[in-house]
């Protein structure tokens, strides 16, 4: 054997070592301070990394339930509160319920849900059923589900929220090609949230629907942030640039949250999951410092000459 040729057990070693280290690393991001953002309609402040649920009302046997206990149990602790869910993501909204109930932790959170775009019950009565499913008396942000019935749903959303059984109302969308509805919407109807897709490859929210949400006084969602994981593919195998370390980024997902999250207009971003490992990669957007415009500008020349 050369000297250039490593056994099984110096790899072994080797990989064990970048593990503890990388432990550390983590570690260490969970002692900085968490940022928090202000929802514009109230004052009231919000860590700008949260959850989406899309996906846990898929396949839930005892053993995936028990892995999803573990998720939002870990982002619980984490400092998460934000939670996003919806009628139409399967059986979601009543797992959620229940995996609240069982943690304990209602109180802590902040609970989005949206109007059920499948037609089968609109506006109050949406909201009755999302409300039973969750275990709730309320949720805290009703959302009119990527524009279905959105005038008419707004409507009855506004009437709850006078009446005070939701705190805050908006919309959703999650594709470039509603932008023009959403504009419109939002210049001649009153609300206090929109969600919206924007990602460091998918970046038009910020020319034009970013700026009128500032004007207007709206918090804003971040769905997709991972742009449907084109951006981890398109890292795939390369390494962080070493300015990364100037807003405290420790891995892709964090440089792609922090992108979004330190912009003003951005109240959270909701990256879906499932697994506890990446809540606690995620959690890390959450900490330490943001970056300025002109990182900000970096982190976006970087990525398009990636090529």
């Given at each position: 054997m050369n000297d250039l040729t490593l056994s099984r057990r110096q790899v072994l070693a080797?990989?064990?070592?970048?593990?503890?280290?990388?432990?550390?690393?983590?570690?260490?991001?969970?002692?900085?301070?968490?940022?928090?953002?202000?929802i514009p309609a109230s004052g009231e402040t919000i860590v700008p990394v949260g959850i989406g649920t899309n996906r846990f009302g898929e396949g839930t046997d005892p053993k995936?339930?028990?892995?999803?206990?573990?998720?939002?149990?870990?982002?619980?602790?984490?400092?998460?509160?934000?939670?996003?869910?919806?009628?139409?993501?399967?059986?979601?909204?009543a797992v959620l319920g229940g995996l609240i109930?069982?943690?304990?932790?209602?109180?802590?959170?902040?609970?989005?849900?949206?109007?059920?775009?499948?037609?089968?019950?609109?506006?109050?009565?949406?909201y009755k059923q999302s409300c039973e499913k969750l275990k709730v008396d309320k949720a805290e942000l009703l959302q009119v589900h990527n524009l279905v019935n959105a005038r008419e749903d707004l409507?009855?959303?506004?009437?709850?929220?006078?009446?005070?059984?939701v705190k805050y109302i908006g919309i959703t969308i999650s594709q470039t090609s509603q932008f023009d509805a959403a504009e419109n919407l939002l210049k001649q109807e009153k609300m206090d949230f929109i969600q919206l897709n924007y990602s460091l490859d998918d970046r038009l929210a910020a020319k034009r629907l970013l700026p009128l949400a500032q004007d207007k006084g709206l918090a804003v969602l971040v769905?997709?942030?991972?742009?449907?994981?084109?951006?981890?593919?398109?890292?795939?195998?390369?390494?962080?640039?070493?300015?990364?370390?100037?807003?405290?980024?420790q891995s892709w997902g964090q440089f792609f949250l922090k992108y979004i999250i330190a912009h003003p207009a951005v109240?959270?971003?909701?990256?879906?999951?499932?697994?506890?490992?990446?809540?606690v990669d995620n959690m890390g957007g959450a900490r330490g410092r943001l970056p300025h415009a002109d990182l900000r500008r970096r982190q976006e020349q970087f990525f398009d000459g990636l090529g």
């Open positions: 080797y990989s064990a070592a970048c593990a503890a280290t990388l432990g550390a690393a983590r570690l260490f991001a969970q002692t900085l301070p968490l940022i928090q953002k202000t995936e339930r028990a892995a999803l206990l573990a998720t939002l149990k870990k982002f619980h602790e984490l400092g998460g509160r934000l939670i996003d869910t919806a009628p139409v993501y399967g059986d979601s909204e109930a069982e943690l304990g932790i209602r109180g802590d959170l902040f609970l989005a849900t949206k109007t059920d775009m499948g037609g089968r019950v609109k506006g109050k009565a949406s409507a009855a959303l506004r009437e709850l929220q006078t009446e005070g059984k769905n997709l942030p991972f742009g449907r994981e084109r951006l981890f593919k398109a890292t795939n195998g390369k390494q962080l640039p070493d300015w990364a370390a100037e807003f405290d980024v109240t959270a971003a909701i990256p879906g999951t499932r697994r506890e490992q990446h809540v």
